[in-house]
């Protein structure tokens, strides 16, 4: 076999990988496409279930200040029946939090809507596994890491979403409600991939052959992942806190409103659940930005040089920093907290999205 050939055969074999990798993209977007509507099927169920109609009768009171008493609830019993007062909504004022429990989940406790979840979930965890295999078909298409470009990166991080997402599933935590939320911008983001920012494959640019590619774009798909998962439970809290103040100060909220917030956790447990993901992250950031500058060092000669993609990860970073400094600091804690915490998320996907598409730099020879 002389060079030329065996030079042809290797094009046409990191081609065909190319290709299959391409299908395997689009395969998992239609799967995420059925959980999708799984997710949104246990939802449907669960505004039909008793949690719902429970929530509407304890608002349906005629008016009251915070820890007011609704009305009576009768509960039948041998011989008669009992009448027992509603209790009152306990507000601890130090810090802001109430003492509300956390809502079933999406399916409202709804046994249909359980079984449609949990179909949800197997579809994910279907998509996950097809969406991985693509972006491995296409590291060996290139044969290098699968993130040299926004095409690679978006297709990665969606994935690494996901993963993270079963990854609490299966250590038992109660995030099933983030399932339809996390599929339905993981659909946005793969058809975004595939249509404005799909690059073919080839090799990458003397500066990007280096092991450090691994080390330090890996880190950063892995913050933005978890970054991402932390900013849904954060936005999530905004909505359920305004509700549960509404339902304190005697208010009536909408019943698309109950019918959704009332079987999400109470805000502080998505509060400490945002806190804890955004906290345990950050040290992994720093990193990301260390690994990043010792690469600018071996790559360009100098270790920092205000490149507009290095500001923007130093932007985040202090942005973060913030946000966990005034989630210990009484107060801001509780909203303010939370918005900080949605400008830290938002100047991360500003440093993607906005300096890789709409600013040049150094970080700009890998293209979209």
């Not at 190319?18 to 299908?23: K, M, V």
């Not at 806190?241 to 409103?257: C, H, M, N, T, V």
């Not at 950031?285 to 790559?299: H, L, N, P, R």
């Not at 939370?338 to 890789?356: E, P, Q």
Request: hydrophobic share 50%; proline share 3%.
């Amino acid at each position: 076999m002389t060079l030329a050939t065996a030079t042809e055969l290797a094009s046409a074999t990191n081609e065909n990988l190319a290709n299959i990798s391409n299908t395997l993209i689009y395969s998992a977007m239609a799967v995420y496409t059925l959980a999708f509507f799984a997710y949104i099927t246990e939802w449907l169920f669960g505004s039909r279930s008793k949690v719902a109609r429970t929530a509407a009768a304890l608002t349906a009171e005629s008016g009251g200040a915070a820890g007011a008493k609704g009305p009576a609830v009768k509960v039948k019993s041998a011989g008669g029946t009992t009448v027992l007062e509603r209790p009152e909504v306990v507000v601890r004022s130090s810090a802001g939090a109430r003492d509300v429990p956390d809502g079933p989940g999406a399916h409202g406790g709804d046994e249909q809507g359980d079984l449609y979840g949990r179909i949800a979930v197997s579809l994910s965890v279907l998509a996950f596994a097809i969406q991985a295999s693509g972006v491995i078909a296409r590291a060996a298409s290139v044969q290098r890491a699968p993130w040299g470009n926004m095409y690679e990166f978006n297709i990665t991080f969606s994935a690494t979403a996901v993963g993270v997402y079963l990854l609490l599933l299966a250590l038992k935590k109660n995030v099933r409600w983030l399932g339809l939320f996390l599929t339905t911008t993981v659909l946005l983001d793969l058809g975004l991939a595939v249509t404005v920012l799909y690059t073919a494959s080839d090799q990458l640019v003397p500066a990007l052959q280096s092991y450090w590619l691994y080390i330090h774009v890996s880190t950063a798909i892995f913050c933005g992942a978890v970054f991402y998962v932390g900013a849904v439970g954060t936005l999530l809290y905004l909505f359920k806190d305004s509700y549960e103040s509404k339902l304190a100060s005697g208010g009536k909220p909408g019943r698309f409103a109950t019918s959704v917030l009332e079987r999400l956790p109470a805000s502080a447990s998505l509060d400490k659940f945002s806190y804890r993901v955004n906290a345990a992250v950050f040290p992994l950031w720093t990193f990301t930005i260390i690994a990043g500058a010792i690469w600018a060092e071996s790559a360009w000669g100098r270790y920092w040089g205000w490149d507009p993609k290095e500001t923007w990860s130093f932007i985040t970073w202090v942005a973060y920093a913030c946000y966990l400094h005034a989630r210990s600091t009484a107060g801001w804690k509780g909203r303010k907290a939370a918005y900080i915490a949605l400008i830290a998320f938002g100047c991360w996907l500003f440093n993607y999205y906005g300096v890789n598409i709409f600013v040049s730099g150094k970080h700009s020879y890998s293209g979209v």
